[in-house]
């Protein structure tokens, strides 16, 4: 005959049955999650993991809600290693709101772009290639600091020398802050991910790489092609008019993250 103690045992099964598959779906979340690389996938895998705690509270699964208890605070610290430059990246342009609101301006001036991009489009002409920098709001001593210092004023004609393949300064970043040439040969951080056109060479994986981990904007002349590509917030955007790279460096220089409506897809989709 079947009793009350039966019935107990049978939902207790259950019980258990439906905390192993609640934790085996959550750990298929959190995995897809790791295989991105961009900060909304965060906050996707912390609302997984939140909304895997509120059901276990909600029908009482304790043995799901002592292990919340265990792995919270390591999970935690493992997803802010993980993701270190993505939270970087985000917490600056968080940081940043207010001081927005305060400046007024821009780091780099239209006819000093003018004179940045005349060089690009010369470089094209004469099949050369080139990366520029342009730092924001995040730190980037480091890069610089992988370079010759060149501390000049910003001229077409220097541009040029610098990335002359006669020159021991043409493999590498230059980097341009305040209006003004910092340095030069450069070293930038190569990006590992897997989904960006296969046919880019060093340059665009290094613009890439640099835009990955902060929030500076690059320029990507490509000595193969002469397309000329930005690079920031992650991606690249390839084979520009210079009319559109004027437009966003105005824009994203002058402290505003904007992305210009003439570009409609990054580099990362589609060549």
């Not at 001036?109 to 991009?117: F, P, S, V």
Request: with cysteine; glycine share 6%; charged share 15%.
């Amino acid at each position: 005959m079947w009793s009350f103690g039966s019935t107990a045992n049978v939902l207790d099964y259950l019980k258990d049955i439906i905390q192993i598959l609640i934790l085996a779906w959550l750990f298929y979340r959190i995995y897809l999650g790791l295989l991105q690389t961009k900060a909304t996938q965060i906050f996707l895998i912390l609302i997984y993991y939140g909304m895997g705690f509120i059901f276990s509270y909600l029908f009482k699964l304790d043995f799901f809600l002592e292990l919340y208890h265990v792995v919270t605070l390591p999970f935690i610290l493992f997803l802010c290693v993980i993701y270190h430059p993505e939270l970087r990246r985000a917490f600056s342009s968080l940081m940043n709101q207010r001081r927005r609101l305060f400046r007024i301006g821009s780091q780099t001036t239209g006819e000093q772009i003018d004179t940045i991009l005349n060089a690009c489009s010369m470089l094209v002409s004469v099949k050369r290639g080139a990366l520029i920098v342009f730092p924001r709001h995040i730190d980037i001593k480091s890069i610089i600091d992988s370079g010759t210092k060149v501390n000049a004023d910003l001229s077409s004609a220097l541009i040029l020398t610098i990335f002359d393949h006669d020159t021991p300064l043409h493999d590498g970043a230059l980097i341009i802050n305040g209006g003004r040439m910092v340095a030069a040969s450069c070293y930038l951080p190569l990006s590992e991910q897997t989904s960006i056109n296969a046919s880019f060479g060093t340059r665009h994986r290094a613009a890439l790489g640099l835009a990955e981990q902060s929030d500076a904007v690059i320029i990507v002349v490509s000595e193969e092609t002469g397309a000329i590509s930005l690079a920031y917030n992650a991606n690249i955007y390839y084979n520009l008019d210079t009319a559109t790279i004027k437009e966003t460096l105005l824009a994203l220089l002058s402290y505003h993250d904007v992305l210009p409506t003439d570009v409609k897809e990054s580099a990362n989709e589609k060549e």
